[in-house]
């Protein structure tokens, strides 16, 4: 959505196909984080997304017993917007819909599932769809980007072979109420503990909960019984065991099977993949929406002009992966990192001593030098990217 928003600034002819009938979904990421929002008030929008309902983040604490340590603070940040925007991604795409339906040179049609790809002449020159009535229909066009996330239809169809990593762990989601007496921007919280790890996100009505588990262990979760779940869950975080009780059935939890790869090419004669679609990304920093937001800038960046002029080749598409490739990669290994640092320890059932956060850690977040590098990644990637060819809104209106 955002890569079609800054192709139709740009004059270029878009249309958005959508598989689902609204862009409502259950624990999808909710993170926009401060390169987001600087490259949305590029375009003059970040006044009127902060009007939408919303929770702020300013630091991420990890918390092992008694122990505790920000792990991000991003107060420390040189920018406008030093916080991460905690928002239902339903809503943040409707406010992107709306502001790329004012240009008549848009279109997005819901309910609508790829099929196939058309190809001639040994490149990609559209595709084949469903509509919502199932009824197959037909687009044509100088470019297709995949941007279908993790279980990309595009890039299967395409063939594009994905280099696949081992994150150790799966999440299991789940929603809580907010009562009056909890703290006001707790931010995010990690609670880890021998054998478990949890994550709190603060909303503005409820808490969003993950409980992490070794990777591929909930059939034996489920068969321990959902009792076990809320003790375990209210073992890490006691304030939450009143309100765990209203968990009754595992309909009421999601499970997000965690992976972490990336393809080895992003295209094809026709055709480009951003986003999840090109390289998937642990949820570890809650990075996945900013990655994906940068890519479609770098995208906008170099074909907008391509496109306008009739004159797209594959090399402008090899360029996209160029600039993207090496800051997701770095992403990744930091992901890595913080799996192997943390994650994995905490998920160690056996090891007779009680977890303690690891005294490494603990260093880097107390230097100087090197205690804000995990904020910067979170809030920036590897480096920021710009929006070239935009307008403010306000200059538009002088």
């Given amino acids: 959505m955002m890569l079609a928003l800054l192709l139709a600034r740009r004059g270029v002819d878009v249309t958005v196909l959508e598989a689902h009938g609204d862009f409502d979904r259950e624990f999808r990421g909710n993170t926009i984080n401060p390169a987001a929002m600087e ?20 630091s991420f604490i990890v918390q092992a017993g008694p122990e505790q340590e920000t792990f991000a603070d991003f107060s420390r940040l040189k920018t406008r917007y030093p916080y991460i925007l905690m928002l239902p991604q339903g809503r943040f795409l409707e406010f992107v819909a709306a502001e790329a339906r004012r240009y008549p040179n848009f279109r997005v049609h819901m309910g609508a599932r790829v099929r196939e790809l058309v190809e001639e002449s040994g490149a990609v020159r559209g595709v084949l769809y469903d509509g919502p009535n199932g009824e197959r229909r037909e687009v044509r066009s100088e470019l297709v980007v995949g941007t279908d996330g993790r279980f990309s239809k595009v890039r ?23 009562e009056a007496e909890d703290p006001e921007e707790a931010g995010a919280i990690f609670r880890c ?4 790890l949890l994550v709190l996100m603060d909303h503005f009505d409820h808490w969003q909960v993950g409980y992490l ?4 262990d909930f059939a034996r979760l489920k068969e321990a019984g959902i009792t076990v779940f809320r003790g375990a869950v209210a073992e890490l975080a006691p304030e939450l065991s009143e309100r765990v009780r209203g968990i009754e059935d595992w309909r ?3 499970l997000l099977s965690v992976e972490s790869d990336r393809l080895r090419r992003w295209y094809a004669p026709g055709l ?12 570890v920093g809650g990075i996945g929406i900013n990655l994906a937001i940068q890519d479609a800038v770098e995208a906008a960046n170099v074909v907008a002009g391509p496109l306008l002029e009739g004159r797209l080749r594959t090399r402008h598409l090899r360029a996209v992966q160029r600039r993207r490739s090496p800051a997701v ?4 290994l930091a992901q890595e990192l913080a799996q192997r640092w943390v994650v994995a320890s905490a998920l160690d059932p ?28 979170i809030a920036f990637g590897a480096w920021r990217v710009r929006v070239r060819g935009a307008i403010r809104e306000a200059e538009e209106k002088k």
């Fill in 193 to 196: 503990g021998r054998g478990g």
């Fill in 252 to 254: 009421q939890v999601s």
């Fill in 39 to 58: 490259i949305l008030d590029s375009l003059g929008l970040a006044g009127g997304l902060s009007k939408l309902r919303h929770a702020l983040i300013k």
């Fill in 156 to 178: 299967k169809l395409a063939g594009l072979e994905p280099v696949g990593g081992e994150p150790p762990m799966d999440v299991v989601w789940f929603n809580v109420p907010r």
């Fill in 213 to 216: 588990i070794p990777k591929g």
């Fill in 272 to 283: 480009l993949v951003i986003g999840d679609a090109a390289h998937v990304v642990s949820p």
């Fill in 350 to 377: 056996d090891p007779e001593e009680p977890f303690r956060l690891p005294r490494s850690l603990k260093l880097v977040l107390r230097a100087p030098v090197l205690r804000d590098l995990p904020a910067r990644l």
């Fill in 329 to 332: 990669r770095l992403i990744q």
